[in-house]
């Protein structure tokens, strides 16, 4: 499974765009991204996940260079309720049905009024 | 939307007793994982199954043991419990087929104190 590096935390503000990097360097050609966002003391929640370019849903934009070795998770104009830790995941997770996921060092936003 | 059931959500045992923890895979959802996160520790992944049969294993210990039965749900049993197993035990389902392909959506979660 691709290593993934990504920042321990980050600090921001109300109304403020926040942008989230992710490093992984030795993704694979069938890796995908994946985010998950997880509150203290309940189950991971799905954000967003992409191949390539970029993705976006109604909660998040997800950008992802030609080469794939980094990725960039968008939250537009966070809130309060925005403040949790973000992990970033990176594996074959398309047609594998039971694949684990690797959660490693999420990155903890704390977003101030 | 419908979503991942987990009970019990808190559940308090002694070492040595055994417990058991029951996932309800949201609707159409035929896989089943487990994942273990211990206090300011990341989930950790412990064990899955798809269609019944035990699909990936991880870290899961000797002492505990899970299944998926007919109705897809799951049940984790744990058995000579350690001060070490408290933690929070969620389940996550995802669809083998269709939009949201292998997505994992997860449970509350069910909170196991050892004492």
């Known amino acids: 499974l691709a290593k993934t590096t990504q920042p321990i935390s980050m600090d921001s503000y109300e109304g403020q765009e926040v942008n989230i990097t992710c490093s992984h360097n030795?993704?694979?050609?069938?890796?995908?991204i994946t985010w998950y966002q997880q509150f203290p003391s309940q189950g991971p929640r799905f954000i967003i996940q992409?191949?390539?370019t970029k993705v976006t849903n109604e909660v998040a934009s997800l950008f992802i260079p030609a080469d794939r070795k980094s990725s960039t998770l968008s939250l537009p104009r966070v809130s309060l309720s925005d403040t949790a830790v973000y992990y970033c995941?990176?594996?074959?997770?398309?047609?594998?049905?039971?694949?684990?996921?690797?959660f490693g060092g999420g990155t903890r936003l704390m977003v101030k009024p | 939307a419908a979503g991942v059931i987990q009970s019990p959500r808190h559940l308090i045992k002694e070492k040595r007793e055994t417990a058991t923890l029951k996932c309800y895979p949201i609707?159409?959802?035929?896989?089943v994982y487990w994942y273990q996160q211990g206090p300011g520790q990341d989930p950790q992944f412990l064990i899955s199954f798809y269609e019944k049969m035990q699909s990936d294993k991880g870290s899961i210990p000797d002492r505990f043991s899970a299944q998926q039965f007919s109705d897809y749900h799951s049940e984790l049993n744990m058995s000579s419990l350690e001060l070490g197993d408290s933690a929070l035990y969620f389940c996550a389902s995802s669809e083998s087929s269709g939009p949201s392909t292998d997505t994992q959506y997860f449970g509350p979660g069910t909170r196991l104190t050892v004492l």
């Open positions: 995941l990176v594996g074959d997770v398309r047609g594998n049905a039971g694949n684990m996921l690797t």
């Open positions: 992409g191949y390539k």
């Open positions: 030795n993704i694979a050609t069938n890796d995908y």
């Open positions: 609707p159409r959802h035929d896989t």
